[in-house]
């Protein structure tokens, strides 16, 4: 547990470390203003998705149901959910780029009239990143089953990577608009490392019919974990919101600061990637053992992080 728990710390630690730098960047490029705040504003939702992802709200739903399978019907599973998820994606982008306007005035309602306007326009191109998210939870689930917990934990490095270099390379010359299409292209080469082991599990994609059960039972496990999830998210939103009222450059500071304090905890998080994973492989007892040494295992992480905190 703790070996799997390592490199997937590695992973995620990378990962962060290219967020924290694009906010940075971000900073040193644009300053602390109305510009980074609007950016930022936009990009609270997508960001949002991707990290419900990451922690796990697909995965604790679609695993079970992964591995009561065999293999053959695996493939079933994962062909027969492709397309279905693939059209959520899509249906998030264009509710996204459709209500851009009132998202942004939900999200950040201190901002000022042209603030907005450039914060709507940025979510429209950040909208496109849904459909790349979303796939790239569905394939990291085959991955997931067989324990291989690297390889999906890149994807917060792979998303963040273009961003990276873009403001790198361009710094204050850097355009909002292009910025958010190094984005799209972020949840695009998030998902490739993932398709030459999914093409190796049996998946096609002309292949779009299989399992007829599989969108069905996913939507009755998804539903509780999405409504936990979603109210996760409140206090980010709640800090956005806050923070749009107290004056230029606060949001991107406070945003900042968050970045700042994630960092010594990402060994949880990858803790519980990888406790996921085992445990949905085991049953009875076995799967009580592992919920026990991963509560230890919990416990010895979490508790210096809230004392150095």
Known sequence: MFGSTLWL????????????AREWLLVAAWGAGSRSDGFLVAVFLPEALRMTLAA??????????????DPHRQQAWLASLSPRLLGVGLALFAILALGAPLWVRLIGPGLD???????????????????GLVMHGLFSIPLQARQRFVLPGLGSLLFNLPPVLYLFIRGSSSDSAELAMSFFAGSVLMCLPL??????FGWRPWQVTGDPLAGRELLG?????????????????LERLIASFLGEGAVTWVNLARK?????????????QVLLGMMSGEQGQQRLALLRRGLDAATLLSLPAAFGL
């Open 9 to 20: 710390t590695l992973a995620t630690l990378a990962g962060l470390v290219a967020g924290f």
């Open 56 to 69: 796990g709200l697909l995965a604790a739903a679609a695993l079970p149901l992964y591995q009561q399978r």
């Open 113 to 131: 009239a042209a603030a907005h306007a450039q914060a709507a326009a940025n979510l429209r191109w950040l909208a496109a990143c849904a459909p």
């Open 195 to 200: 398709l030459a082991p999914v093409w190796s």
């Open 221 to 237: 496990r998804i539903g509780p974990l999405l409504a936990s999830n979603v109210a996760s998210q409140g206090l980010a939103l």
């Open 260 to 272: 700042l304090i994630n960092l010594p905890l990402i060994a949880l998080m990858s803790l519980n």
